[in-house]
T-cell receptor
Framework: AQSVTQLDSQVPVFEEAPVELRCNYSSSVSVYLFWYVQYPNQGLQLLLKYLSGSTLVKGINGFEAEFNKSQTSFHLRKPSVHISDTAEYFCAVTPQGGSARQLTFGSGTQLTVLP | DADVTQTPRNRITKTGKRIMLECSQTKGHDRMYWYRQDPGLGLRLIYYSFDVKDINKGEISDGYSVSRQAQAKFSLSLESAIPNQTALYFC?????????????????FGSGTQLSVL
């Protein structure tokens, strides 16, 4: 079994400032890691994923995340946020070779970008 | 038009009523999933289906049932709704990798159905 902890439920930040959304996971096996974004009144969309290879993963809209196996973390970062980045962000994990039915989501982080 | 469509967008009902939430997709995907989202809890899997004849319980299936009427349609039913089933419900789809090949786990989500049980 695995679990995901998103350490901050809400993150307010001013426009053009950098942001980091934190995600830690627990698993007894190797994992795949994902970040999904949910804009208001929409379903979740995949932002980026880590399957293997380079630990720095780049996603859409200028976001990136770094997989740190020793610290079991997969923090999401953006160097300069825009108002349009206001959304809820979910970290998710599944065992390597596993399937979507084994996907475990974190509780979400609401990012609010202030003018 | 959206690739994954959920109806209705919002529904208010009373305790004990039977409710059906519908999901249809135009992506041609085999896999379909129902999740519920509660504040502070993230998404939890209710049921999933690999094809019309293959339906499986997820983490929190009690109080729910599903029907896969066709490859493109997957309905979620609450036989007798109760207040703690008030939540945001999402349908999602994913293609099958074929021949046991595992593909990246990208799910395609609908816009959700907000259900309130009074």
């Amino acid at each position: 079994a695995q679990s995901v902890t998103q350490l901050d439920s809400q993150v307010p930040v001013f426009e053009e400032a950098p942001v980091e959304l934190r995600c830690n996971y627990s698993s007894s096996v190797s994992v795949y890691l994902f970040w999904y974004v949910q804009y208001p009144n929409q379903g979740l969309q995949l932002l980026l994923k880590y399957l293997s290879g380079s630990t720095l993963v780049k996603g859409i809209n200028g976001f990136e995340a770094e997989f740190n196996k020793s610290q079991t973390s997969f923090h999401l970062r953006k160097p300069s946020v825009h108002i349009s980045d206001t959304a809820e962000y979910f970290c998710a994990v599944t065992p390597q070779g596993g399937s979507a039915r084994q996907l475990t989501f974190g509780s979400g982080t609401q990012l609010t970008v202030l003018p | 038009d959206a690739d994954v469509t959920q109806t209705p967008r919002n529904r208010i009902t009373k305790t004990g009523k039977r409710i059906m939430l519908e999901c249809s997709q135009t992506k041609g995907h085999d896999r379909m999933y129902w999740y519920r989202q509660d504040p502070g809890l993230g998404l939890r899997l209710i049921y999933y289906s690999f094809d019309v004849k293959d339906i499986n319980k997820g983490e929190i299936s009690d109080g729910y049932s599903v029907s896969r009427q066709a490859q493109a349609k997957f309905s979620l039913s609450l036989e007798s709704a109760i207040p703690n089933q008030t939540a945001l419900y999402f349908c999602a789809t994913r293609p099958f990798g074929g021949q046991g090949r595992r593909i990246s786990e990208k799910l395609f989500f609908g816009s959700g159905t907000q259900l309130s049980v009074l």
